[in-house]
């Protein structure tokens, strides 16, 4: 959560002696930021809650071919897991459509901060419980799965997911989360650039 606390530390910065860009133009550009980190913030709250919507109608209807209980459990968990980590990014999306780029710099500025610091802890706990949750699940359903692969090839499959999972753990989520800082930081910036050209 470095990244984070440097927006915190962006809030309380003292504002910057150059040149004031036109006022219409930084707000224009805060709106579009704005919409498109509540675009993609909709799309993987759709699409998450879709697809585990989707995995539990095909496992109600023929089971996806599973035919232990423990398999069955298994891809229930993780419909539920998918369901409920898109229900958690739509109501991101729904507290970044609460912020008003009608307020004054000011108070944007902290409808910003109170969004992120929100954001932050959904981060600090969601994050790690639905990656060690959705492969404690996976783990579970490849118990049947691979049931009829050599140790060799179960061997190669453990070594390819787990380098899989931690490539999506520790290199795109991080950039995930980077472009959203960055976007964050923008917005900042811009805000209290209007602050001062309003002060001017």
């Known amino acids: 959560m470095a990244d984070f606390d440097q927006i915190q530390l962006l809030w309380n910065k003292q504002g910057s002696t150059a040149r004031v860009p036109d006022v219409s133009w930084l707000q224009k550009e805060n709106k579009t930021t704005k919409g498109k980190m509540l675009q993609q913030v909709l799309f993987r709250g759709v699409v998450l809650s879709a697809t585990g919507t989707v995995i539990f109608f095909f496992l109600l209807k023929n089971g996806f071919g599973v035919k232990s209980y423990l398999s069955q459990v298994a891809v229930a968990g993780l419909s539920i897991l998918v369901f409920m980590q898109g229900l958690v990014e739509l109501y991101v999306a729904i507290l970044l459509a609460k912020i008003d780029e009608l307020q004054n710099p000011t ?53 390819g997911y787990t380098a899989w999972i931690l490539y999506g753990w520790f290199v795109v989520r991080k950039r995930t989360i980077q472009k959203e800082v ?18 001017a």
């Not at 930081?185 to 309003?198: D, H």
């Open 182 to 199: 960055q976007r964050i930081r923008l917005t900042i910036e811009n805000l209290q650039k209007i602050s001062m050209a309003l002060k």
């Open 107 to 159: 108070e944007h500025i902290y409808s910003w901060k109170n969004h992120f610091q929100v954001r932050s802890r959904i981060l600090m706990v969601s994050g790690p419980v639905y990656f060690i949750s959705f492969n404690a699940l996976m783990v579970l359903f490849f118990v049947e799965a691979l049931h009829d692969f050599t140790i060799w090839e179960r061997v190669a499959f453990g070594v």
